[in-house]
């Protein structure tokens, strides 16, 4: 029998613990949505021109965000 503990074995808690990831990394370079996009990073652009990264992070605009922080709009 397997015991899981929220679906994760227990070695990978422990590897956790002790500093180590417990979720696999995403691969963002197959994503359709990646920052690549240049329509969609456009409009990212202008999202951030007109609300501000104070004002898009209220509005939970996350997404937006990362793909700003990657090509480099954001520090």
Do not use: C, N
């Not at 929220?6 to 070695?11: I, K, L, V, Y």
């Not at 990394?25 to 409009?43: H, W």
């Amino acid at each position: 029998m397997s015991e899981k503990i929220f679906g994760h074995d227990w070695a990978d808690i422990q590897r956790a613990q002790q500093g180590g990831r417990l979720h696999r990394t995403i691969d963002t370079s197959k994503s359709p949505y990646s920052a690549d996009t240049a329509e969609q990073l456009d409009s990212d652009v202008k999202l951030l021109e007109q609300y501000g990264e104070a004002e898009l992070r209220k509005m939970a605009y996350f997404g937006v965000l990362d793909r700003l922080k990657r090509a480099g709009y954001i520090v």
